[in-house]
């Protein structure tokens, strides 16, 4: 059984960077997600999951308010998937969630948390004016 295990969060100034990790375990597929669509997904306080970017053996794709600021990579020694995050905003404070699923990425799965049957517990990021 997969399952994923985020780090990394933390409180920031506006302006700055964090990066978060996302650990895998019990994954018995190619090393790298290379058959897998991974990503993140973020809740603000109040609001709905929503998609922040997602990647596979094709490339990456994210949502369009962090697409200039956001980097979504994997180390491909090990089941690791990271979130590099840049010029954060007060806006992106949230509860970030490591999400897989088996296959290629759809740009639709990032409109909705369904499109992903495997979630991680979060990390809390939070970003002060």
């Known amino acids: 059984q997969v399952q994923l295990k985020e780090s990394g969060g933390g409180s920031v100034q506006a302006g700055g960077s964090l990066r978060l990790s996302c650990e895998v375990s019990?994954?018995?597929?190619?090393?790298?997600?290379?058959?897998?669509?991974v990503g993140w997904f973020r809740q603000a306080p109040g609001k709905e999951r929503m998609g922040v970017g997602d990647?596979?053996?094709?490339?990456?794709h994210y949502t369009d308010s962090v697409k200039t600021r956001f980097t979504i990579s994997k180390d491909p020694t090990k089941d690791t998937l990271y979130l590099q995050m840049n010029r954060l905003q007060p806006d992106d404070t949230a509860i970030y969630y490591c999400?897989?699923?088996?296959?290629?990425?759809?740009?639709?799965?990032?409109?909705?948390?369904?499109?992903?049957?495997?979630w991680g517990q979060g990390t809390q990021v939070a970003v002060s004016a």
């Open positions: 999400v897989a699923r088996p296959g290629y990425c759809y740009l639709a799965y990032l409109e909705s948390e369904s499109s992903f049957n495997i």
């Open positions: 019990g994954y018995t597929g190619r090393l790298g997600f290379k058959d897998w669509c």
């Open positions: 990647l596979d053996p094709l490339g990456a």
